[in-house]
């Protein structure tokens, strides 16, 4: 029988479809306002008392939650709108406090049974769901002088390791400048200087004591684009903490970031997760010298005096050990005590650095230093002049118990909660270089909803369009095309569901795209069936015939497109590559929909009985 398919395949057509239709479904549901509140300690999770206590602080505000629920890590308690929502979250923070986290979330509605098959709505971009824009400046400059610092802490040491007599080696304009006491010593300076600082410009001035250092234009460019990439990576890390679904973090330019955060509603956690420019750096406690003359004024020699959680002062060497972007990992746990401690992995610099030093330093204590950069605005003489304030602080002292490089324990905490703390802050990660947010743009859900309204508008009109065409002028095979034309539809959402992609306006322009594109196959294939018929083959032979010559054609038109398709994913940036993505879908699941699925409605219909004429 030539119109006729085994049973296999129309069960696999049929099965597909049920699949996407499963598989999409979830699309069809909404969002709930909801406040999300888990432990502000990341590994730490909520009681049962504490999950009443939040309930309980809920119901005070005289709001009526929709659901609430509670899965021993966090709390969701969903609402009926907006305004609701944020009135309990402005309650619970200030009924909570510090120990908790409380933040703004669009929760999907999607119905247990669906979830529990793994059919998850697709994520929607910052334009369709609302969110924040956040474009970030990285201070180039900050990053070379952090550079040039640990370069005159790494002179020093290098001299040391190879006992070679200097008198200082300190910054000045733009300069590492090595100053000797005598001229002779100059030889034995060069030849360290040679064999492990290749990267800096050395240059002899007229003085026989002294060698002057400048990092090389290679080096400085190495720098600054280390430092967007690891600020990349750490900012990627703090947009963990927020829960946002498929983010967009991407560099533009040289030394710019832009973040997308979709369905974020509080853009002030948003900011103050984002926008804390902080970092970490060891330090040797200066335990020679007294604290209560430096704060009178008189601090030594290579000694800074710092204040430290409890603004106690202490002093510290001015020699940095190691930073945290040299830490690659962080974990809370107990020593061989039991008492709370937290185990840190260095990468390979800083586990060098930190053997090295430890060899000479077993009994001395040695403190954590957070450095936190604060923007702050102030007007002078009627302008407003953005001002960059660095603080800093000593959150842990501890004693070296021992020789360590790579992996080593920081104790003298005062609780677990508090190692858990410094755990998180380490392994978040901290930024090469400071950053400054020179723009913010927030797209609320109302207008996300707008683009979803008018993006749906435009796909029901072209697809409404397309359908009527197929029908007026195929008639009842038009008919045929039109239902596998819903068929691509359900793949092409189940597929992004499934892939739980992002869908922006861009994306439905390709899905519309698309649609049209998707029937020019059924149109090839009819346009044929009526030549053969014309030319006197039966109704059957023509449907057969119409089907396998037509096939080469539109795999070649479907071919070309889709490799265009893939350019665009390859090269293409953000909105680029949704269209890329929703277009390749597309063509795919309408190869199959319009050869097979089409195919497969005509074989039921027409197949295996006699026909006098068909209705094209």
């Known amino acids: 029988m030539q119109n006729h398919f085994p049973l296999w395949k129309n069960i696999l057509v049929l099965v597909t479809f049920l699949i996407s239709l499963i598989y999409a479904l979830p699309n069809l549901y909404g969002d709930d306002p909801s406040v999300q509140v888990s432990s502000a300690v990341a590994s730490a999770k909520l009681t049962d008392e504490q999950a009443k206590q939040i309930e309980a602080a809920i119901k005070t505000t005289g709001v009526a939650t929709k659901a609430f629920e509670f899965n021993n890590s966090q709390v969701l308690a969903r609402f009926t709108n907006t305004d609701e929502q944020m009135k309990v979250a402005d309650s619970l923070r200030d009924s909570l406090g510090d120990n908790y986290t409380v933040a703004l979330n669009l929760a999907p509605t999607t119905p247990a049974w669906l979830r529990a098959l793994g059919a998850d709505a697709m994520y929607l971009g910052l334009d369709l769901r609302g969110g924040v824009h956040f474009l970030l400046e990285v201070d180039m400059d900050a990053a070379v002088k952090q550079a040039e610092e640990r370069y005159v802490d790494d002179v020093r040491l290098a001299l040391r390791a190879e006992k070679v007599h200097y008198q200082s080696v300190a910054k000045d304009n733009g300069y590492i400048k090595v100053i000797m006491k005598t001229a002779d010593e100059k030889a034995a300076v060069m030849k360290v200087l040679n064999k492990d600082f290749r990267v800096l410009d050395i240059t002899e001035p007229a003085s026989g004591e002294q060698v002057w250092l400048k990092l090389k234009d290679t080096e400085i460019r190495d720098i600054k684009k280390s430092a967007v990439a690891q600020n990349m990576t750490t900012l990627r890390n703090r947009v963990n903490e927020l829960g946002v679904a498929e983010p967009v973090i991407q560099q533009q330019g040289d030394n710019r970031i832009v973040i997308q955060l979709p369905g974020v509603q509080d853009t002030t956690r948003a900011k103050e997760i984002l926008g804390t420019t902080a970092t970490l750096e060891y330090r040797l406690v200066d335990v020679e010298h007294d604290v209560q003359q430096a704060i009178s004024g008189h601090v030594p020699v290579g000694s800074r005096l710092y204040k430290d959680k409890n603004g106690s002062p202490i002093l510290l060497d001015k020699r940095v050990i190691v ?50 950069y604060k923007n702050e605005t102030k007007v002078v003489d009627g302008v407003k002049v953005h001002h960059k304030e660095k603080v800093e602080k000593v959150i842990n ?70 359908v009527l065409f197929m029908m007026i002028y195929y008639k009842l095979c038009g008919v045929f095309a039109n239902v596998a034309l819903i068929f691509n539809v359900f793949i092409i959402i189940a597929i992004l569901s499934m892939l739980q992609a992002t869908l922006t306006l861009p994306g439905i322009a390709g899905i519309i795209l698309t649609v049209g594109m998707s029937v020019d196959a059924n149109v090839l294939i009819f346009e044929r069936i009526k030549e053969e018929v014309q030319l006197g083959n039966t109704p059957q032979s023509a449907i057969f015939i119409g089907f396998e010559k037509a096939f080469a054609t539109i795999l070649d038109s479907n071919i070309t497109t889709l490799l265009v398709a893939v350019m665009l994913f390859a090269f293409g940036t953000g909105s680029v590559k949704g269209f890329a993505v929703t277009l390749i879908i597309g063509l795919l699941s309408s190869m199959f929909t319009a050869i097979t699925g089409t195919r497969m409605i005509m074989n039921w219909f027409y197949g295996d009985r006699r026909v006098e004429k068909l209705s094209i």
Do not use: C, H, W, Y
Request: proline share 4%; net charge negative; hydrophobic share 45%.
């Open 397 to 466: 002292v501890a004693t070296i118990q021992g020789v360590f490089s790579k992996r080593f324990q920081t104790t003298g905490l005062d609780s677990p909660q508090e190692a858990r703390n410094l755990a998180l802050l380490l392994k978040a990660g901290a930024l090469a270089a400071p950053v400054d947010m020179v723009e913010e743009r927030t797209v609320g859900p109302s207008l996300g909803q707008d683009n979803i309204d008018k993006g749906v508008l435009s796909f029901l009109v072209g697809f409404g369009l397309v």
């Open 323 to 372: 930073t945290g972007d040299q830490i690659v990992d962080a974990a809370s746990n107990v020593d061989d005590n039991g008492r709370p401690a937290v185990s840190i992995t260095l990468n390979g610099v800083g586990a060098t650095k930190m053997g090295n030093l430890t060899k000479v330093s077993v009994g001395k204590p040695m403190a954590v230093v957070f450095i936190e």
